[in-house]
Nanobody, 120 residues
């Protein structure tokens, strides 16, 4: 299973970015899709996640500014980031929990990461 993330870049504080992450068609089912980020010198943290059929959850630091959505037909998850702040600067990783086949167990998969840099 491969995850391809895109949409990162360099923006100024207050601007917006939209990240996308598409899972390969080899995935049988997806339970959770989400985004994590890791800033230099810090641990990786969950930014937003959405369980199939349930409301999304967000880190406190991004509530009201970021919005996660998923397109189940396309196996794609999006992260709309508004009112970006310099402290949002990090490498953003998409993540999913799913099954490769009907008889396989749930596994976690990670994308390659996309850099988001917010200048002040």
């Amino acid at each position: 299973v491969q995850l391809q993330a895109s949409g990162g870049g360099l923006v100024q504080a207050g601007e917006s970015l939209r990240l996308s992450c598409a899972a390969s068609r080899s995935i049988f089912s997806i339970n959770v899709m989400g985004w994590y980020r890791q800033a230099p010198g810090k641990e990786r943290e969950m930014v937003a996640a959405v369980v199939r059929g349930k409301n999304p959850s967000y880190a406190e630091s991004v509530k009201g500014r970021f919005s996660i959505s998923r397109d189940n037909a396309k196996n794609t998850v999006y992260l709309q980031m508004n009112s970006l702040k310099p402290e949002d600067t990090a490498v953003y990783y998409c993540n999913l929990e799913g099954k490769k086949s009907s008889w396989s167990s749930l596994s976690m998969y990670w994308g390659q990461g996309t850099q988001v840099t917010v200048s002040s």
